[in-house]
């Protein structure tokens, strides 16, 4: 069975970098796509970023030009690293995979397996 593991959540002030990372049981180069989802508490689960087999990589509104998404093909690790933190940022952070993502890399539905989360909050 294959297991995500997100671990680099905690506390960061306003204007300030983290990066978290997803560690992949399973080789990360044979994925269609691996994604970072983010949900707060009441509301829907959204797609953060997205990275393809390609490394054709895809960005929501809110985060393009703050945050990259990325693969470390040594490690089996997917990493997001998050630059310029505002409190809209204070998430759950999710990690996923998918076989095939061809109908939308941000619906959940596409992602077969899903790391249990990591808490991010941006306050000062």
């Known amino acids: 069975q294959v297991r995500l593991s997100e671990h680099g959540g905690g506390s960061v002030q306003p204007g300030g970098s983290t990066t978290l990372t997803c560690h992949v049981s399973a080789y990360v180069g044979r994925w269609i796509c691996l994604a970072w989802f983010r949900q707060v508490p009441g509301e829907e689960r959204e797609g953060v970023a997205v990275i393809d087999a390609n490394g054709i990589r895809h960005y929501a509104d809110s985060v393009k030009g703050r945050f990259l998404i990325s693969k470390d093909f040594a490690n089996n690790t997917l990493l997001l690293k998050m630059n310029d933190l505002n409190p809209g940022a204070t998430a759950m952070y999710f990690c996923?995979?998918?076989?095939?993502?061809?109908?939308?890399?941000?619906?959940?539905?596409?992602?077969?397996?899903w790391g249990k989360g990591t808490q991010d909050t941006v306050s000062s």
């Open positions: 996923a995979a998918s076989n095939d993502c061809s109908r939308g890399a941000f619906r959940q539905t596409e992602y077969n397996f």
